[in-house]
């Protein structure tokens, strides 16, 4: 698992599942941790600053994150390119004044 990685989140018992995007560091994601950061993708743009636009996958909003548990993630969709990454970091940034 890598950051920025796409998966369809999947919680057991919840008939509902979601596209989220990888946000923890490698470290954290390559760990044996059970719980990793991550944000839910949306399905249009919510008209904000902090919002992404993730190609062929919907948005991403940074003031949206959230811990999810590795178990649940049942289907590896797809990876960000660089550039992308790169404007979720700096929306993140802006998002927690880092």
Known sequence: MRRGELWIYNPHGSPRRRPIILISSDGINESPR??????ELLD?????ILAVTIP?????????????YRGWLAERI???DED???RVDTALRAALDL
């Open 84 to 86: 992308t990454l790169e």
């Open 34 to 39: 059970p719980w990793l950061v991550a944000a």
């Open 56 to 68: 062929g996958h919907g948005w991403v909003h940074a003031g949206n994150i959230g811990r999810i």
């Open 44 to 48: 249009s743009d919510p008209l904000d």
């Open 78 to 80: 797809g990876q960000v």
